[in-house]
Nanobody, 124 residues
Framework: QVQLVESGGGLVQAGGSLRLSCTASGLTFSRYVMGWFRQAPGKEREFVAVVRRIGDGTYYADSVKGRFTCSRDNAKNTVYLQMNSLKPDDTAVYYC?????????????????WGQGTQVTVSS
């Protein structure tokens, strides 16, 4: 049974930082591209960031570029999202996802597995 479990969400003031973690089990972690998505109430799930299999390639949505950093530790089966300079518009449930094929990393329906999500709330 594949499981992805996010942690690290919470309430933070604008300008602050949070570090999200997602730990995977039940799969060969290093063979999967790992992505981060977020979803605010009433909005579609949107791409945030992705890290390639060995962690030397990352891509970010324009809205978070320069503020967020995605990384992975394959020995720990964990992917991270370091979020700095947070804005109220960053408020959402954040999800990690695993993609074996890794060719359309911006598309949520191309990912094979999803975590349960963790809430991030940024106050003004």
């Amino acid at each position: 049974q594949v499981q992805l479990v996010e942690s690290g969400g919470g309430l933070v003031q604008a300008g602050g930082s949070l570090r999200l973690s997602c730990t995977a089990s039940g799969l060969t972690f290093s063979r999967y591209v790992m992505g981060w998505f977020r979803q605010a109430p009433g909005k579609e799930r949107e791409f945030v960031a992705v890290v390639r299999r060995i962690g030397d390639g990352t891509y970010y949505a324009d809205s978070v570029k320069g503020r967020f950093t995605c990384s992975r530790d394959n020995a720990k089966n964990t992917v991270y999202l370091q979020m700095n300079s947070l804005k109220p518009d960053d408020t959402a449930v954040y999800y990690c996802a695993a993609d074996f094929h890794g060719v359309e990393y911006r598309e949520p329906d191309k990912y094979d597995y999803w975590g349960q999500g963790t809430q991030v709330t940024v106050s003004s």
